[in-house]
C-alpha cells in the first residue's frame, strides 16, 4: 500500500486551492439565478384538480411519429428530472427523434387530496389523459411510457385499458417488489402503513425523501457536497448541480390513501407476482397485456434493482418483449450523457418499428 503523502507543503497547497475553490465558488453561488424546472417548451393541454396534462414542441423539421407517447411519471419527486438540462434531456432527445410527446405532472397534493386511492389515479386522471391525448391525436390507441412508480401505474392502466394502448414502454419499473438486494422494500414490510397514514393524513414528501437519501447516505448525504467544492468554480456546472439539488428536495406529499394501497399491495403483498391487485374493483392481471413491451432498466440501480424490474419478463401475455439495459443507475439513466445518446434513440427506433 503507497503511504499517504501529508508533508506540509503538500498540505499547505491543498488548503489554499480549497479556499481558493471555495472563495470563487461563493461568488459563483451569490451570482446564480433562479434554478428553472424543465428546460423544453410546453403547453398545458388538460387540467383538472392538481394535474397539468402537457404537450410538448416538437423539434424543428422532421417527421413526426403519428403515435403519441405519453409519459406517466411517478407520483414521487417531479417529472422534470427528464428534462433537466438542455444537453441532457430525455424529452429533448425523444422529440428530437420525432415523438409526439405528452407527459402527466400530478402537482402537489394537499388535504382535500388524502382519500385518492389508486382506482382515481389509475382509472381516472390516466385513463382521462389517455383520452384527451387520444382526441388529439385521432388514434384509437396510443403509446405509453411508465416511470419508476409511473411504470408499476401504466402496467395496471393497461391490463386495465388494453385496447387504448398501442405500445407500453416501461423505465426503471420495479415489478417484483420482494427481491432479496431490496433494501427499501425489506425496510418497507415492517411499516404500519395503517397506522402511518390514519395519523398523518397525507405522507409528507420530505419523510420519503430522506428514506430514499438514507439508502446510500454516504454518497447521498456527505460525499457530494465534499465533491461540490470542485464545482463551484465552474458557473454552468453549479448551475448543473443546483438542478439536481432541487429537484432531489423537491418532493410533493403523497395522498394518504394512494399511499397506504401501493404500499400494502405491491410491496407489501407483492401483488404483481403473487396475484390479488383489484382496482376499481376489477383484478390487475399482468397476463391481460399483450401489446409490445419494451423493459428499460439501469444495471447499477439501488432503487429498483435489476431483477425486481427484469421479473416482467414472462409474467404478460406478450408475445413482442425487449429489455434494454443501462450500465448506470436510477437517476443516471436520465442525466448522464451516455445514457441520452443511447436510451432515447433505442425508445423511439423501437416505437417507430411497431408504427
Known sequence: MQPIDIRPDRLAKEMADYSRKLGKGVGNLLKSERIDTGVTPKEAVYREDKLTLYRYVGAAGGKQHPVPLLIVYALVNRPYMTDIQEDRSTVRNLLAEGQDLYLIDWGYPDEADSCLDLDDYINGYIDRCVDVVRAASGQPKINILGICQGGAFSLCYTALHQQKVKNLVTMVTPVDFRTPNNLLSAWVQQIDIDLLVDTLGNVPGELLNWTFLSLK??????????????????????????RMEKWIFDSPDQAGEAFRQFVQNFFQRNGFVNGGIRIGGREVDLRTIDCPLLNVYGEQDHLVPPEASRALAGL????????????????????????????????????RARG
Not at 223 to 242: C, G, H, I, S, T
Open 217 to 242: 447516505p454516504f454518497s447521498l448525504t456527505g460525499q457530494k457536497y465534499v465533491d461540490m467544492v470542485d464545482l463551484l468554480e465552474d458557473e454552468a456546472k453549479l448551475k448543473n448541480f443546483l
Open 316 to 351: 404478460t401475455s406478450s408475445r413482442d418483449y425487449s429489455e434494454l439495459a443501462f450500465p448506470g443507475g436510477h437517476i443516471g439513466i436520465y442525466v448522464s450523457g451516455k445514457a441520452q445518446k443511447s436510451i432515447p434513440p433505442a425508445i423511439a427506433a423501437w416505437l
